[in-house]
């Protein structure tokens, strides 16, 4: 290895250690002070602060997200790679997904980045992307991308906390959709027959959707609940609601599923009289495209670092807005160890081994990996323009399908 890049290395590494404390209390602040999507105000005022010290010129409240940011940092010519921190936390159980790891993850693999500008030059960019976990108006990668806050970005690099360190996988694709049935108030014994009632129509959208699920692939999920459904057993609903998450490998058949999910929910308004209106409450999510030339890259690096890389897919598929970004540019989304093996995500025991030493030598290590793997992107174009290329053969693949 020439000493030129053995000394950049070295010192992204030596720019993590010698700040480590600064990152641990970082992610532990924001572990304290969880926030649910779009209301992260602690957590993005946080992160900036420690993105504005470093020299990064930061724009606040973009792409309809008063929490969301981008913060960058130009030296010169040269490609830009992106790091993308989220920090939304879940409702009711905290940071049991580890986002206080993941967003400080970034800003601090940016940080140490960025510091080594004036030697190779390029951009260095971080984006805060708010509500990964969803929810009214969720979802904001989708928002980034869809008002160009990706155009110009070679590559987009995140880590996530696991039970295992593994590289990127697949992730389904997501419809988030409100079906809102109107019918007409009524006293349910006295005079039912005056009601129409929006609690049946959202049963039978129910009673459908599982009809559907015989005749769907594998890997579809139609999971819902019922936010509304009316005031009283004793008075007809005349409004009620079912929340849904429709999900599959692929957008092309995230949409066909969700075509039919809506006329179902049109013919339960059909059978009962009452009126049905379809809302996505918040960004579609697009499958990730996993890219094996940053998956290499990302395997020899935290390989390097004393990380146990699981080839292979993780058990269960899940989805992330990450999904978005990676059709448009190069990305990966892998995993890093924070506890047990049998550490499951959305839980209590996830919430504190995001703020436990193992979850803390993660942060450390996940900082260092990604700021090594910008590097050799930022300063070997074989690599970037082979990602690139990946990315748009399975584009065209996934058209044909």
Do not use: W
Not at 379 to 396: F, G, H, Q, S, Y
Request: one cysteine or more; glycine letters at 10%; proline letters at 5%.
């Amino acid at each position: 290895m020439p000493t030129a890049i053995k000394e950049i290395q070295e010192a992204i590494q030596a720019h993590l250690i010698q700040h480590r404390l600064t990152y641990i209390k970082t992610s532990h602040a924001i572990h304290e002070n969880p926030e649910v999507g779009n209301e992260e105000v602690f957590a993005s005022l946080t992160l900036t602060t420690l993105l504005r010290e470093a020299g990064f010129t930061i724009k606040e409240g973009i792409a309809g997200h008063p929490t969301g940011f981008v913060a960058e940092k130009r030296v010169g010519e040269g490609p830009t790679i992106a790091f993308l921190a989220e920090y939304d936390a879940l409702p009711g159980l905290g940071h049991a997904c580890g986002h206080n790891i993941i967003g400080t993850t970034s800003v601090a693999a940016g940080i140490a980045l960025a510091e080594q500008l004036e030697e190779i030059g390029g951009r260095v960019v971080v984006l805060g992307t708010p509500a990964e976990e969803g929810g009214t108006n969720g979802s904001a990668k989708g928002s980034f991308v869809r008002e160009g806050y990706l155009e110009g970005i070679d590559a987009a690099l995140i880590i996530h906390p696991a039970n295992e360190t593994r590289p990127s996988g697949a992730s389904l694709a997501v419809d988030p959709v409100d079906y809102i049935f109107r019918g007409v108030s009524a006293h349910a014994s006295g005079s039912p027959e005056k009601g129409v009632n929006a609690l049946d129509a959202v049963i039978q959208l129910f009673n459908g959707i599982n009809a559907l699920r015989q005749h769907v692939t594998d890997d579809v999920r139609i999971h819902g609940i019922i936010p509304d459904g009316g005031d009283a057993p004793n008075i007809v609903p005349d409004y009620a609601r079912a929340r849904f998450y429709i999900r599959a490998d692929s957008r092309p058949k995230a949409n066909d599923v969700r075509a039919k999910v809506d006329a179902i929910a049109q013919g339960a308004a059909l059978a009962t009289g009452a009126e049905v209106e379809i809302a996505e409450f918040q960004n579609k999510v697009d499958n990730l495209i996993p890219n094996n030339t940053l998956n290499e890259v990302f395997t020899e690096t935290f390989t390097c670092l004393g990380e146990t890389v699981i080839p292979g897919e993780r058990d269960g598929l899940g989805s992330t807005d990450t999904g978005n970004i990676s059709q448009v540019v190069p990305t990966i989304h892998p995993y890093i160890k924070i506890g047990s093996s049998d550490l499951i995500a959305h839980t209590v025991p996830f919430r504190e081994a995001a703020a436990s030493q193992k979850g803390d030598e993660a942060l450390l290590t996940g900082a260092k990996g990604l700021a090594l793997i910008g590097y050799q992107l930022l300063t070997n174009p074989v690599i970037l323009e082979k990602a690139k290329d990946e990315l748009e053969v399975r584009k065209r693949v996934a058209e044909t399908r």
